[in-house]
């Protein structure tokens, strides 16, 4: 029970196994021992939401989950989402209404947005904005990430796969 | 910052759960959704030699209607509360609350039981279990008991809870059918811990329940405003009684957030919005 433990820990569907101490945290885990940097940091108490990522393909903060907490766990991460070179359908729209600028919060944008259209109607602009209100951004005054999403609540309605 | 570190116990069952807390007191911490715990360890407020993680006991988490209550296992998360169709048919005052709590992200993770243990005065639930009367229940070493809400909340972030105990959950006395309500709150953000809320009931029989949050170092049941709206039987004059009764029966706290003034003003104002939807409602 004490000292580190080992757990095994889904990434993007990659399986990783690794010996971690109690206290290091999910976000930590992912970016120094598993090398996934797109999850940022900044304020380490769940405000900011640069660090959210899926876990069992719900959007948590990493920076308020243990590492060891997600043993047996899936985890998604920005990385899950697409490639430079194979922009996924949110990073596409996102990249359409320049709905990024320093790209800092971008990451938890988009693992926020992936968990908002899979739970909720975002009818209005407002609903968006609502559900936005848990990721801080500084550079985009939050207008073209309102918009981006808009395309995708559009895009869903036409094709709901 | 980082936490400082700790050991750490994930227990497969309740029994497990008690005794690593008797073996390690005060020592000894419980991680439920850990959204207010995790930011005080980053934080290094709290420096505990042990997590006693409760994840695991997926018995505490759910939802169940029985003869005449609700009842709410403390492992529940937020956002199945939020959810929950027989929260929003049976207790829509607490369905409408939940809509406040928090982001999506935090909601997933966060528990009723964690956040009535860690009692914050502006959260929504400890208010809401005041408003609604609910039942605790409580398991420690010498068995389970079970503590009124009214008696939980001891000061801001204390409770009646010995550092040895678990709260189960929570049981919520069916409301008399036609029970109008109201809620509202003021934050400066979606998600925000509010500056100040308001929960109202109004019973067919002209009883009016009336729960604040964030105006006082606990949730609080203005009995006072209560009462002068029930004896006015909601009249505009009961309500004018009833908000001068109140902001002399709370003591909001100065805060960088806002000050006492500014939350005393705000919760009369809620009140009589509250109270403006209930009466709605009853129309
Ligand atoms: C950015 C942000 C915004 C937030 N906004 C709001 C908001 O607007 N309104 C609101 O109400 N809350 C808000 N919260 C707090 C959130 O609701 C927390 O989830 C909640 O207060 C704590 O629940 P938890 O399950 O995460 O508990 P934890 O953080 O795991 O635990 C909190 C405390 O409760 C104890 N505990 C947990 N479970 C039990 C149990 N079963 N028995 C005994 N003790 C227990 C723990 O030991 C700890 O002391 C916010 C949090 C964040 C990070
Ligand atoms: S780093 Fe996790 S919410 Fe800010
Ligand atoms: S793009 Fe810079 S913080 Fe959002």
Redesign the pocket.
């Known amino acids: 029970m004490s000292g580190r433990h080992t757990i095994t820990v889904t990434v993007n569907g990659r399986a990783y196994t690794r010996e971690v101490a109690p206290r290091l945290l999910l976000a930590d885990f992912l970016r120094e021992e598993l090398g996934l940097t797109g999850t940022h940091v900044g304020c380490e108490h ?2 900011c939401g640069a660090c959210t990522v899926l876990i069992d393909g719900d959007s948590a903060r990493s920076c ?1 989950t243990l590492a060891v907490q997600c043993d047996g766990a899936e985890v998604g991460t920005i990385e899950g989402l697409g490639r430079v070179a194979d922009l996924g359908r949110l990073q596409q729209a996102f990249r359409e209404h320049h709905a990024l600028q320093c790209g800092f919060c971008t990451a938890g944008m988009l693992i926020t947005v992936t968990d908002l259209l899979a739970k909720y109607p975002l009818a209005s602009e407002a609903d968006i904005r609502e559900g936005l209100s ?1 990721n801080l951004c500084r550079c985009t005054g939050y207008e073209n990430i309102v918009r981006a999403v808009q395309d995708l609540v559009a895009a869903r309605e036409a094709d709901p796969a | 910052m980082k936490p400082p570190p700790f050991d750490y116990a994930r227990p497969e069952s309740l029994e497990e759960a008690l005794d690593l807390l008797a073996r390690h007191g005060d020592e000894a ?11 005080m360890l980053n934080f290094r407020l709290l420096a505990p030699a042990i997590l006693v993680d ?1 994840n695991r006991l997926d018995r505490l988490a759910g939802i169940e209607e029985g003869d005449g209550r609700l009842s709410i296992g ?1 492992l529940t998360r ?1 956002h199945a509360l939020e959810t929950s169709d027989l929260v929003a048919e049976r207790l829509p005052v607490l369905h409408a609350a939940m809509g ?4 999506l992200a ?1 909601r997933n ?3 009723v ?3 009535l ?2 009692a ?1 005065p502006a ?3 400890p208010a809401m279990m005041c408003l609604l009367d609910a039942t605790l229940r409580v398991a420690g070493p010498a068995g389970t008991r079970e503590i009124s809400v009214h008696d939980f909340f001891t000061g801001a972030l204390e409770t009646a ?1 010995g550092d040895d105990e ?2 189960l959950g929570i049981d919520l006395p069916s409301l008399p059918p036609g029970t109008a309500w109201g809620f509202e709150e003021f934050s400066r953000r979606a ?3 509010a500056l100040a809320g308001v929960a109202v009931l109004v019973e067919p029989t002209g009883a009016v329940r009336l729960a604040l949050l964030g105006v006082d170092e606990t949730p609080v049941r203005a009995r006072a405003a209560e009462a002068e709206l029930a004896r006015g039987a909601l009249s505009d004059a009961a309500v004018g009684q009833a908000v001068e009764a109140l902001r002399a029966e709370i003591s909001p706290l100065d805060d960088l957030h806002a000050g006492a003034d500014y939350r005393r003003h705000l919760a009369g104002v809620l009140t009589t919005r509250a109270l403006a939807a209930a009466r709605a409602r009853l129309a």
Not at chain 2, 100 to 103: D, I, K
């Open positions: 769940g405000i308020l848990g | 911490k419980l991680l439920a959704g850990g959204q207010s715990l995790m930011a409760i403390a937020h406040h709590v928090a982001h935090i993770r966060g528990t039981g964690g956040s243990a860690h914050d959260a929504e639930l809870l678990i709260l998600g925000d811990f």
